[in-house]
């Protein structure tokens, strides 16, 4: 009997919410109690929800919210009932599943663990953690999320904390380590190789980022696409209907094959786009779950696991899309309408003669996604840019003439005054104006050879050849000629191309779309190599000479 009175004591002072003895005891209106910051919280929740205030046990509400007074009495009895050395027991969710994390100190039925230490390796439930936080030398252990996998920070050879990385294999190690099998390679902390590594994902993470924001503005393009195809198509069969029907008879069998082969061309080019848009669609998704993946490895505290899983979640895949999407005029089937407006007029004759006319036009409508690169040079020509050299960017051997479009290797440096954007490693000079859009420029040279390049801003204007030279780094993208050959580089890998010999160079460039083209002019335009990526930034075009003093290379203006 006594027993009973003991428990019956230890249920009487429990919070019916947090199933623990009662902390700062409160009696609502109802006359059960809780802990004051349990069912203040429950009150927050529910209030936001649903804007009452009610009993957790008998449901009762309260208008207005009763204000909290702590219960002096049950407070003094709590405190009493604690001396006696009984606690409320843990509920059953305090204690760990087979998902769960289990405390390591814990005997008996374990529970649930707050935290992990990297340093011990263990893991602790909130009793079992306090000396972490009291005792001094294991104030400075590193905690983290409850984890099953400590094991795994643990040399299997000489049963140490592995707090290394070997870059040459690769792989993390402990200090022993070091001294014998991977004696003599490069070893750095694993938060130092942690910190490295953490740059890198967060490039690639804007990468992504930058995609799905491409992505996302193509699928609204797109959209735009649909409803015009449909309009425009709408529109045309209206008009077409108005004018075809005044021809009463003669015309009513034209009449519904043009309505069918304007819906027909209607529903193919729409399928097209619907297609293009599911893809783009799925690569969003595709590219969120990725940015969801490297966002969690981001957020890792423990460094093997960063590590560990890195490799496998940071390689990004190439884009199913590699262009981007260009609208040209939302125009599509007004050369429908046209053409049945001239049947009404010939009447018969347009019928006999003519029809294949009609049926030209509707099939003709072309959504035309990504703009094809011109054929002819004069279809470049009608994406000439006017473009002049930058004084500020030309190094001091290199002479601007002709309006800042013509550059000569000298001897002799010139007198430049002192600017940032000065090339002082390489004999380059870069354009004031940005290219973005679709751009034609062409480049006549003499002497030795020349480097005809586009680069981004930000490439470097000093330091070594490798860094600044336009071809040698990830910010530029280079032909270079000479008398008997042509080469194309970026990013330090060569590409040997073949095509006729010409002093003139023609640079084509869709920046939207990605596509840079270097073509040979002459009588005819030979192309000599083609880039297909993703441009980032604005693109300046770029001049290089060092063969022989006297070498020039001008902006032709063309017209």
Not at 546 to 555: I, M, N, S
């Amino acid at each position: 009997m006594a027993q009973k009175g003991v428990q019956l004591d230890r249920e009487t002072f429990t919070c019916s919410i947090c199933l623990d003895l009662l902390k700062d005891p409160v009696t609502i209106p109802c006359g059960h109690s809780y802990c004051m910051n349990c069912i203040k919280s429950f009150w927050d929740e529910e209030e936001e929800k649903k804007g009452i205030h009610s009993c957790p046990q008998c449901r009762k509400t309260f208008t207005p919210r009763p204000v909290l007074e702590k219960n002096t009495i049950l407070a003094v009895l709590v405190e009493e009932l604690k001396k006696t050395g009984l606690q409320a027991a843990p509920a059953d969710h305090c204690y760990a599943g087979p998902e769960d994390v289990a405390c390591d100190v814990c005997t008996g039925r374990k529970l649930k663990a707050t935290k992990s230490c990297l340093s011990c390796p263990a893991s602790y439930c909130e009793k079992h953690l306090q000396p972490h936080y009291d005792a001094a030398p294991l104030k400075k252990h590193k905690l983290v999320a409850p984890s099953k996998k400590l094991q795994e920070n643990i040399c299997s050879r000489h049963d140490e904390v592995m707090k290394i990385f070997c870059r040459t294999d690769q792989q993390s190690i402990c200090y022993l380590c070091t001294m014998d099998e991977h004696q003599g390679h490069e070893t750095v902390p694993a938060a130092a190789e942690r910190t490295e590594k953490q740059k890198e994902l967060k490039v690639r993470q804007l990468n992504i980022q930058q995609r799905i924001q491409d992505r996302e503005k193509d699928v609204k393009l797109l959209q735009q696409e649909v409803e015009a195809i449909n309009g425009s198509a709408d529109k045309a069969v209206e008009d077409s209907e108005k004018m075809l029907t005044e021809l009463i008879r003669l015309i009513q069998k034209r009449s519904s094959d043009v309505k069918q082969q304007v819906r027909s061309q209607q529903e193919t080019e729409v399928s097209r786009v619907k297609e293009l848009q599911e893809k783009l669609e799925q690569e969003i998704a595709e590219l969120k779950r990725k940015d969801g993946e490297l966002e969690q490895l981001s957020h890792t505290e423990d460094h093997n696991q960063f590590l560990h899983n890195y490799p496998s979640l940071s390689a990004l895949s190439e884009s199913t899309h590699s262009s981007s999407i260009n609208i040209g005029p939302l125009r599509y089937f007004e050369d429908v309408t046209a053409a049945v407006s001239q049947t009404r007029d010939k009447l018969q004759d347009i019928l006999r003669e003519e029809w294949t006319n009609i049926s030209l036009r509707v099939t003709e409508v072309d959504v035309l996604l990504s703009p094809s690169e011109p054929k002819t040079r004069a279809g470049f020509l009608k994406y000439s840019h006017e473009i002049t050299l930058d004084p500020n960017t030309a190094n001091r051997y290199l002479l601007l003439s002709e309006g800042n479009r013509k550059v000569t290797l000298m001897e002799q440096q010139q007198f430049y005054s002192h600017h940032s954007d000065r090339f002082t490693g390489c004999y380059q000079v870069l354009s004031r104006e940005s290219l973005t859009g679709r751009c034609y420029w062409e480049v006549e040279w003499r002497g030795g050879g020349v480097c005809v390049a586009v680069a981004y801003k930000n490439i470097s204007r000093a330091g070594s050849f490798n860094e600044c030279f336009f071809g040698n780094n990830d910010n530029s993208w280079a032909l270079r000629c000479d008398t008997n050959s042509y080469t194309f580089w970026h990013n330090k890998v060569q590409t040997v191309l073949s095509g006729p010999r010409s002093s003139r160079v023609g640079v084509y460039l869709d920046h939207r779309a990605g596509i840079l083209s270097f073509y040979s002019v002459s009588e005819t335009m030979t192309l000599l190599h083609r880039v297909q990526t993703t441009f980032t930034q604005p693109l300046y075009a770029g001049l290089w000479l060092g063969f022989t003093d006297g070498d020039t290379a001008e902006l032709i203006k063309v017209r």
